[in-house]
C-alpha cells in the first residue's frame, strides 16, 4: 500500500553510485545490550552475528557488503546455520516526501576487487531470513538507523527470484524495497571474489574472519548473564553445544586467528576444528 502510494506520487530518481556510503558505525554498546536482552535464543545468532560484524568492521567502507556476506556465511555456517550470499536490487523511499532511490541494480559486476552496482545480503534457508548487514550504507536509512536489517522470507530465495517477488520493509520513515536476483545469475561474482580474497588473504580469506567472527560472538555469549541459557532452549544445537565446550577455555589471538585452548587439549584450536 505505502509502495503503490509512492510510484503514483512525484518521485527523485537517484543513480545507484550516487552517494557516499560513508564508514561502518556499530551498533552502540547499549543499544545492542538492549537488543539482546531482548530476543529469543532463536533470533540471538540470527541478529547478533550481523550485529557483532558490524563490531568488527568499524571503520570499514560501509558498502563492503561483499565481503560482509561472505565472512557471515562462514560464521553462521560453523555455529550450524546454513548460509547462502544473494544479490538484491535495491529501491529506496522516504514515505514522508516521495522521493525515490535506486540504490542497487539488477546488473552487478566485478570490476577488479570493487563490486560495481549491485549489493548482497545472507539467505538462511532454514530460518526463512534476508540478512542486510550494510544497510547502513544507504544514508536514508543511515538516518533512522545503523542496525543490520533481518527480515523474515516468504518462500525459497529461488521462489522469490523467479516470481520477481518485491521485498518491502520500513524503517522509520524510509522504505526499503529489495528485488531478489536468482543465485545462479550471480554465482560467478561471489565464487570470482572469494577466490581473489583467497589469493590476497591466503589460503583462508573470508573463510577465517568468518571463524573468528563467530568465536568472538561465543565468547560474549558465554560472558553474559542469561544469554546461554536463552540458546539452550532454542534449535541452535551446535551453539549450545559449543558454549558448554568453551567453558572455562582460554582464547588467545595468535597471528590472524583466534585459538582456543581447551583444558583436553593440548594445543589451541580454531572453532571449525573443534568436534
Not at 560464521?75 to 514515505?95: H, N
Not at 534457508?125 to 534476508?130: A, E, I, K, L, S
Not at 530465495?157 to 545462479?184: C, F, H, M, N, S
Not at 590476497?200 to 573468528?212: A, K, T, Y
Request: charged share 20%; net charge negative.
Amino acid at each position: 500500500m505505502i509502495a503503490s502510494g509512492l510510484a503514483a506520487g512525484g518521485s527523485t530518481w537517484v543513480g545507484a553510485t550516487d552517494y557516499d556510503p560513508g564508514q561502518i558505525e556499530p551498533v552502540s554498546a547499549d543499544a545492542m545490550a538492549a537488543g539482546f536482552s531482548q530476543m529469543s535464543g532463536e533470533d540471538l545468532p540470527l541478529i547478533g552475528l550481523p550485529t557483532w560484524w558490524l563490531v568488527m568492521a568499524q571503520g570499514f567502507h560501509a558498502n563492503s557488503c561483499l565481503d560482509a556476506a561472505l565472512t557471515l556465511e562462514a560464521a553462521y555456517q560453523v555455529l550450524g546455520i546454513r548460509a547462502v550470499p544473494v544479490f538484491v536490487e535495491v529501491w529506496t523511499a522516504r514515505v514522508d516526501t516521495g522521493e525515490r532511490y535506486h540504490r542497487a541494480s539488477s546488473a552487478p559486476r566485478l570490476e577488479g576487487t570493487t563490486l560495481a552496482g549491485g549489493h548482497v545480503g545472507v539467505w538462511l534457508p532454514d530460518h526463512h531470513r534476508f540478512v542486510d548487514p550494510t544497510v547502513q550504507q544507504f544514508p536514508e536509512v543511515r538516518r533512522e538507523s545503523v542496525s543490520p536489517f533481518v527480515g523474515r522470507l516468504p518462500g525459497s530465495w529461488e521462489e522469490l527470484a523467479q516470481q520477481r517477488t518485491v521485498l518491502a520493509y520500513l524503517r522509520g520513515k524510509t522504505l526499503v524495497t529489495y528485488w531478489p536476483l536468482p543465485i545462479e545469475q550471480t554465482a560467478h561474482i561471489t565464487e570470482a571474489y572469494r577466490q581473489l580474497v583467497r589469493e590476497l588473504d591466503p589460503p583462508e580469506g573470508h573463510h577465517r574472519s568468518g571463524v573468528n567472527l563467530a568465536t568472538e560472538f561465543l565468547d560474549f555469549l558465554r560472558s553474559t548473564d542469561n544469554l546461554p541459557i536463552r540458546i539452550a532452549t532454542s534449535s541452535h544445537g551446535r551453539i549450545h553445544q559449543l558454549l558448554g565446550t568453551l567453558k572455562g577455555a582460554r582464547i588467545e589471538k595468535e597471528g590472524k586467528a583466534l585459538r582456543i585452548y581447551l583444558a583436553s587439549h593440548s594445543g589451541g584450536l580454531l572453532l571449525d576444528e573443534i568436534p
